[in-house]
């Protein structure tokens, strides 16, 4: 099945945290339609059971790569978009957040002489997912339910005095956090650095979520302080949920409320856009 | 259909920005086993337009509220819920971004003491949704793809000191931002005041990004300077985006590179998780 020349398109997608039933129909339409797929190889695989799922694999080129050839892979993808083939970029989660999109976007501006016109004009379309610290915080109930950040421990990115400054300034802010790519194989220290941090600037009792491989077979969740938090609870699968200094517990679930500061309001006197 | 007493389930669903293509088959699955639907009455019709185009509408009783009412409309969630009754709580974007999961586990941590136990102990479900900063930020291109921070400007949540602090440490931090509920009934001048705070902290050419009723027919992106920004760009519908010192743009695209802060460093000399 050839593509026309010039009539290539460039979608870069969401897979959602893992389970297909978190897959939006935009996404598993635009797999659907794609001649070419391309990712991190257990992203690819993802698509590929998909579509296995819902009939159309055979049809499709699949491109999976190793880790940390991000740039390459946008690259690689460009040019198959290029030649008219409907390409797909799979990330997990949403493409957006620390992951394929801004590649793909830094690969556009710095594209060779020759390619540079074509990869400006080209059809690109960024799908959304379910991101995985929206995916953990579900799962624990409502640990981002007031002002967030979120922060990316992967290492090469920044240099760990930027980190910590966030970290400390987010502390001051009060925002919740979330932490992704806690443990990382080339920063393995991250994480101990990380609870350091926290210590220095949150109270003990501080409210963290550790969620592992959300929605997938794989998933593991654990609610605990930071006085008791360990480095090993976080592995590579894992996104570390932080409250801020209102989060709390009710039962099992943990949860920040949606008020802030405010003397004397209860939530039944003031309602806030639904 | 009545509904046995004691297996009553709670779902807090996210209905993603607008699009019948962006709800997760996870939430259209809940809706189509609901005997109530429960929201703002918006969402309520765009949950009622879910089922009518799958069938199933007829089964529900549809319970939509006013805005402003968040706390009564989780307890007649919860109530609903604990007389047997499989309930959908339905927010826009996904249900733990100032959306409806807070407001139900602040409801149930609060409940009158002859509910308190039989609300604990019953099936609550977060089920996650597409959130609007990042549909906005995947129509703009990739604003969001490195650490970023989100704040929500609706009145009444917390005093004003707050959230000028919190807008500045975020720029102190060089965090992308992004910003939901921008003009309030009951706060209009709040946007000005942000545009005020943003000019205190951030240069004049920092990119931002007002993207209004994404994935719907009323969908507008506008893409523009802070020093170009003008209070009447957001409205009730817009969230705001606000890149950090380093986002840029290529052609129509606005993107935030993955690295940040690193002497020499080449995107094509490191990677990082995929």
């Not at 040019?79 to 999109?101: E, N």
């Not at 998933?219 to 592995?235: F, G, H, K, S, W």
């Amino acid at each position: 099945m050839s593509a026309a020349h010039g009539a290539g398109r460039l979608a870069i997608a969401g897979l959602g945290p893992g389970a297909l039933a978190q897959v939006t129909p935009e996404v598993a339409t635009a797999l659907q339609a794609a001649t070419d797929v391309v990712g991190y190889l257990p992203y690819v695989e993802r698509a590929r059971a998909l579509l296995q799922e819902r009939g159309g694999a055979a049809a499709v080129a699949w491109h999976a790569s190793d880790n940390r050839v991000e740039l390459a892979r946008a690259r690689q993808a460009l040019a198959l978009a290029a030649q008219g083939r409907q390409v797909v970029v799979v990330s997990s989660g949403d493409p957006g957040v620390f992951a394929m999109a801004s590649a793909v976007f830094e690969a556009i501006e710095q594209a060779p002489t020759e390619q540079a016109a074509a990869w400006q004009a080209l059809d690109v379309q960024v799908l959304p997912g379910i991101t995985a610290m929206l995916a953990a915080a579900a799962r624990a109930g409502a640990p981002l339910g007031h002002d967030f950040c979120c922060i990316n421990l992967s290492d090469n990115l920044k240099p760990w005095p930027v980190i910590a400054r966030r970290v400390q300034l987010a502390a001051e802010a009060d925002f919740a956090m979330a932490f992704y790519n806690p443990s990382s194989r080339s920063r393995p220290e991250g994480f101990v650095r990380l609870l350091a941090l926290l210590r220095a600037h949150c109270e003990p009792g501080r409210l963290l979520v550790f969620a592992r491989a959300v929605s997938t077979p794989d998933e593991a969740l654990r609610v605990c302080t930071l006085a008791e938090a360990m480095p090993e609870m976080a592995d590579m699968r894992t996104v570390v949920l932080v409250g801020n200094s209102s989060t709390r517990q009710v039962g099992r679930w943990v949860y920040t409320p949606r008020f802030y500061g405010l003397e004397g309001a209860t939530p039944a006197s003031a309602g806030s856009e639904p």
